[in-house]
C-alpha cells in the first residue's frame, strides 16, 4: 500500500492532474485505508490531495495549515495568483462564473430519475461528468463584451494564454473550455455569493445560475479581481511547479 501511495504521489507532482477515473485516484476516492495513508504522507510534506464531486481531475495543493510559512505573515503575504496582474485574475473569475457555476447548476439539477415510466422504483444515478455539463464560451463574445475593461485583445489573448498554460481553461477554436483546474482550484463555497451578489451581480440577476449566458453585462476589472480575496490575491491554494 505504501508503495502505490507513493506512486499516487509522484504522479500527481509530475502531471500536475490526474483524472478521477485513473485507477488509482478511484481506489484514493473510494478506499478510506489507502486515502488515510496518502494524506498523511502529502502532509508530512505540506500539501493535500484536491478534489470535488463535481470537477473530472484531481491535484495536490498547499495545505492552508502551511500557507502562513510559506506565503509570510497576513500584513505581508506574498502573491499567490500564479503570476496574473489584475486584468488577468479578473478574466479568471469572469471565465469561472460563466463556465463553472452554470455547469454546477446544471450537475446538481440533472435528472437523477430513470425515464423509465414502467420502473415503479426511483433509481438515483451519479452526478454527470464535468465533461458531459461543461459548456465553453465564445471568445469573440467575450472580447466584445470584456474587452474594453480587461485589457482588450492583445491584453486578453495574452491572459487566455497563461490561463490556457496553467490548466485553468483549453481553447478549441472559437471556443474557451474549462480546464483541468478551473474547477479545483477556485472555491465555489467562498466564491459563489461574492460573484453572484457582488463583482457580477449583473451578469446572474436576469437569470441566476441559469445555462451559461453568451452575452453578459460588462464587469469592472478590479471588482472582479476583489471578488476573490479581501487582499486582492486568488482565495486559492497554490500548486506546485
Do not use: C
Request: glycine letters at 6%; zero cysteines.
Amino acid at each position: 500500500m505504501n508503495d502505490d501511495a507513493q506512486i499516487l504521489i509522484a504522479r500527481l507532482l509530475t502531471h500536475q492532474t490526474l483524472r478521477r477515473d485513473d485507477k488509482m485516484v478511484k481506489r484514493a476516492l473510494s478506499d478510506d485505508q489507502f486515502r488515510a495513508e496518502v494524506d498523511k504522507r502529502l502532509l508530512e510534506s505540506g500539501l493535500k490531495l484536491l478534489d470535488n464531486v463535481y470537477a473530472d481531475h484531481v491535484t495536490v495543493a498547499l495545505h492552508r495549515n502551511v500557507e502562513p510559512k510559506i506565503f509570510g505573515a497576513k500584513d505581508i503575504w506574498q502573491n499567490n495568483n500564479f503570476g496574473l496582474t489584475r486584468d488577468g485574475v479578473a478574466l479568471l473569475v469572469v471565465l469561472w462564473a460563466q463556465i463553472i457555476l452554470p455547469k454546477r447548476e446544471r450537475q446538481e439539477t440533472h435528472t437523477t430519475i430513470d425515464d423509465d415510466q414502467n420502473d415503479m422504483f426511483e433509481k438515483e444515478l451519479s452526478i454527470p461528468r464535468a465533461e458531459d455539463t461543461s459548456i465553453g464560451i465564445s471568445y469573440t463574445a467575450l472580447l466584445s463584451d470584456f474587452g474594453d475593461k480587461l485589457g482588450k485583445k492583445t491584453r486578453m489573448d495574452m491572459n487566455l494564454g497563461v490561463l490556457s498554460k496553467l490548466g485553468f481553461i483549453e481553447r478549441r477554436g472559437d471556443v474557451i473550455l474549462e480546464g483541468p483546474l478551473l474547477d479545483l482550484m477556485m472555491d465555489t463555497d467562498v466564491l459563489k455569493e461574492r460573484i453572484i451578489n457582488g463583482a457580477l451581480s449583473e451578469v446572474f440577476k436576469r437569470a441566476p445560475l441559469a445555462a451559461a449566458p453568451r452575452r453578459v453585462a460588462p464587469v469592472d476589472a478590479d471588482a472582479a479581481n476583489d471578488a476573490l480575496a479581501p487582499d486582492g490575491a486568488l482565495d486559492v491554494p497554490d500548486t506546485p511547479n
